[in-house]
């Protein structure tokens, strides 16, 4: 990089509130032209809120805003885009079930006489994909095709849409390892053109791998902004978590165990078309991991273990008697918990508040007769906010304005609260900072030191590694590799799920 | 969806007052209440009594749309136990008449409850079967006659009082009550507002979502039919082709100016009812004013506007810019 590079993105003291918590405090941003600078924090730091004010989604209290030295001020996603400034979100904002084409030209296709010309946008479409290494048919609808692609689709048609800046608001959190790579050569190919990117990421490894700068927000303030090459990681680390961190790269605790028995078992346990049927026994003080790439049936696996999908094959028993497990509620009454990997759509009510939220689960096993006084309620939410540390610590805010790791600790508190004797945590680190990350494996050592019997869904092997006392490998929607004690190795997990047909990249079904 | 802090009504109770201070100004005896034969009169018990039966209607209402669903066959269902009623009402005890009026209520509510739980259906196409198969079944029922009766048992729940208070009044105020009890005093509240936030959350954390669906499209049903008990009683007779005709809208309207969006989630019983009293204060304050009757429907448009308005978080939000820009 040259020095004095122009300042294509310029922020001056972003402030925001909300409801009287301060989620930006005078925060400054610079974004050069042809860089790649990663946005970083914990939690509840500011990134969400800050990516949010600067495209105009929610409006800022205080600050000012200059893209290469004019001042802008979008007042929603779309003044933005037309400003130059693109955003691609986790959640990819494209429309599923219209084609690739459609949705790359959504708004601004081709016509001749007002008609769309159908062939023109697929050729144009093929055109703009192949300049990111995509050949597909872009005729087919989108969510036909991997969320990887449906990433590079929504990149593609940001870039298209004359992008100056480009925001990526974690796209690696469900990609497997060669779709991240893919995804950063079209990230340094666009940063060559001049293109500016900010890029989330909750990966480390990722932001050394690709990034040119980094900048740091902690508690809505700006923690510090320097190059990678001046920063290294133990410094990173601490100036996310202004302390040091001591723990999150401990090792896995040798575990020694008398074999007890099972507290809930599954022989041939499966659905035609889901899963195939597979043999499972989660005992108290035990933590299954399941590992394998994306759509390999973890997930599928977490969810017929908890009835939220009927098994047609095999039997069940808890505590060696035979159960139906036909719906969550039945699981729920056996003392199950689940909960699963999509936060805001299978997992939050956004809209109830942090304490309606604790004590969902707990009232629906109790009944809708037995309703807890709001005194029991109110104790129960104080609990789990300060066991968990949920921030802010308000149990009456709307849960939706919590950032995604404090929605992820209160959902494990919404299960907590009913003490269960399984708890099913499908990507429990998903989406989430190193510090909360550390918090939740601590939790799952301590939940597990207490007798209950944990299943685990990660994609990240280093994690599993260190908490799991087994591990079940899944491929192609089959369970085929069950590791124990001294074989719980990160390669050993890869070695298994790389076993054959390894290379292939797996298509979200 | 939007997020709200939680509401207090204000715009409702303020929407009411200015309505009925209005009322006052084109009608200065407005106010005026008298109490002759045990039983209170004036405009304002007016509004009471005429409101009643879209307040009842709206308890049944604010839980269905709070569960993200709508009701529109509690007009059909209110003609429907208006003519059974009435039907029955010379030639059988009174608890026969109410238990079979509000059974049929009961039984089109869980006929509701199931097209939308068990199969799935969306409740504006499952609930308009209801609507308009509804009001035919009434006219079966009635031969295609006006019904009239003169059991005193059942007129008293148009033209009887209770404390004073005439019995629609009373037969509300005791359905309020007994709604907040049941769905404030028990989980059922807190169930209903999480399914209608996020079904799929609420059905992973153990809601029996399909269970309160059910019971709450039967409560509406059951709602709907004491609604047309009453406007039943209140006529000595049932009209099948007339009664309860377009209440479902004011139903959904008195809810939706009670702040419930149609979208789900938080309720607000009481607010619903507040809802119904500002639909009525307005008919009568029309009628009083001596204003064409067909004025009403303008009039009612433009005041749910305003509430709406008042209610509206961006209208909020650019309140809050103008007020910023002046010094």
């Known amino acids: 990089m040259t020095p004095n590079d122009t300042h294509l993105l310029e922020l001056r003291g972003f402030t925001k509130s909300f409801a009287g918590f301060p989620a930006l405090n005078g925060v400054d941003f610079t974004l050069r032209a042809g860089e790649i600078h990663a946005l970083l924090g914990e939690n509840g730091a500011g990134k969400s809120t800050l990516i949010k004010t600067m495209t105009g989604v929610v409006a800022r209290d205080a600050g000012t805003l200059t893209l290469a030295g004019e001042a802008i001020a979008p007042r929603s996603a779309e003044e933005a ?91 690696t959190a469900s990609l497997d390892a060669h779709e991240v790579e893919n995804l950063f050569a079209v990230m340094r190919a666009l940063a060559a053109r001049g293109i500016g990117i900010v890029f989330v990421t909750h990966f480390l490894d990722q932001v050394y791998a690709v990034c040119d700068r980094i900048t740091v927000l902690r508690n809505g303030r700006l923690a510090g902004s320097a190059t990678t090459a001046e920063l290294p990681r133990l410094e990173l680390v601490r100036l996310m978590l202004g302390r040091e961190l001591s723990e999150a790269t401990a090792t896995r605790a040798p575990v020694d165990r008398a074999e007890a028995a099972p507290v809930a078992a599954f022989t041939g346990f499966g659905k035609a078309g889901y899963v195939a049927p597979f043999d499972l026994a989660l005992r108290p003080g035990h933590v299954v991991g399941l590992a394998g790439l994306l759509g390999s049936g973890r997930t599928e696996t977490a969810r017929l273990v908890f009835g939220a999908e009927r098994a047609d094959c095999g039997t069940a028993t808890v505590a060696g008697a035979p159960v139906g497990l036909a719906a969550p509620r039945e699981a729920l009454a056996l003392g199950f918990g689940y909960c699963p990997e999509e936060r805001k759509t299978e997992g939050i009510v956004a809209e109830l508040t942090v304490r309606e939220n604790i004590v969902l689960a707990l009232q629906a096993r109790r009944g809708v007769l037995k309703p807890l006084s709001r005194r029991e309620q109110d104790e129960i939410a104080r609990r789990f906010i300060r066991l968990l540390d949920i921030r802010p610590p308000d149990p009456e805010r709307p849960i939706g304005l919590l950032s995604g790791g404090n929605q992820q600790k209160a959902l494990l508190a919404r299960w907590l609260a009913t003490d269960p004797r399984v708890l099913i945590l499908d990507e429990p680190t998903r989406g989430i900072d190193v510090g909360a990350h550390a918090e939740i494996i601590r939790l799952i050592r301590a939940l597990c030191a207490e007798g209950m019997a944990l299943l685990v869904v990660s994609s990240e092997l280093e994690e599993i590694v260190t908490y799991a006392d087994e591990v079940i490998v899944l491929r192609d929607r089959a369970h085929v590799a069950r590791l124990t004690g001294e074989a719980i190795t990160v390669p050993g997990i890869l070695a298994a799920i790389a076993d054959e047909g390894a290379g292939a990249a797996p298509r979200a079904a | 969806m939007t997020l709200r802090l939680p509401r207090i009504g204000t715009s409702q109770i303020i929407a009411l007052a200015a309505i009925l201070a209005i009322n006052w100004t084109v009608s200065p005896q407005f106010f005026d209440i008298r109490f002759q034969d045990g ?5 304002l018990i007016d509004v009471l009594n005429r409101g009643a039966p879209v307040a009842i209607l709206s308890l049944g209402m604010v839980l269905v749309i709070a569960m993200r669903g709508i009701d529109l066959s509690v007009g059909a269902v209110m003609a429907i136990a208006g003519a059974i009623a009435a039907s029955l009402a010379d030639s059988h005890p009174l608890p026969v008449v109410l238990a079979a009026a509000l059974g049929a209520g009961l039984a089109c509510g869980l006929w509701n409850g199931f097209l939308v739980a068990v199969l799935g259906i969306q409740p504006i196409v499952a609930t308009l079967i209801l609507m308009v198969a509804g009001r035919g079944i009434a006219q079966l029922i009635t031969e295609g006659r006006i019904v009239t009766f003169t059991a005193p048992g059942l007129s008293w729940f148009g033209g009887g009082s209770v404390l004073g208070l005439p019995a629609p009044v009373a037969i509300a105020l005791a359905m309020l009550a007994l709604t907040l009890l049941v769905v404030r005093g028990t989980a059922l509240g807190l169930m209903i507002e999480a399914t209608g936030g996020n079904a799929r959350a609420s059905a992973l954390a153990g809601v029996g979502t399909r269970a309160i669906t059910l019971a709450v499209y039967a409560w509406s049903g059951l709602c709907a039919a004491l609604a047309g008990i009453v406007a039943a009683a209140d006529i000595l007779g049932a009209d099948a082709n007339n009664a309860g005709l377009w209440l479902e809208l004011d139903a959904i309207l008195a809810v939706v100016i009670g702040g419930t969006s149609l979208f789900g989630g938080r309720f607000s019983v009481v607010l619903a009812v507040v809802g119904a009293l500002i639909i009525q204060a307005m008919n ?28 509206s978080p961006r209208l909020a939000g650019l309140g809050l810019l103008l007020r910023r820009k002046r010094p």
């Open chain 2, 284 to 311: 009568t304050g029309i009628l009083l004013s001596g204003f064409p009757p067909e004025m009403n429907l303008v009039v009612k448009a433009v005041v749910v506007l305003a509430v709406l308005l008042a209610q």
């Open chain 2, 39 to 43: 039983r209170l009169f004036g405009s």
């Open chain 1, 81 to 171: 885009t037309r400003a130059g400034i693109a955003t691609v979100y986790q959640e990819v904002n494209l429309v599923p079930n219209l084609s690739v084409a459609q949705n790359l030209f959504l708004g601004r296709q081709p016509t001749r006489f007002g008609l769309v010309r159908e062939r023109e946008m697929r050729r144009r479409a093929r055109e703009l994909l192949a300049g990111f290494n995509l050949d597909i048919d872009v005729a087919a609808p989108l969510e036909s095709y991997s969320v990887a692609v449906q990433h590079m689709v929504a990149i593609a048609r940001a870039i298209d849409l004359s992008a100056r800046v480009l925001i990526l608001d974690e796209p």
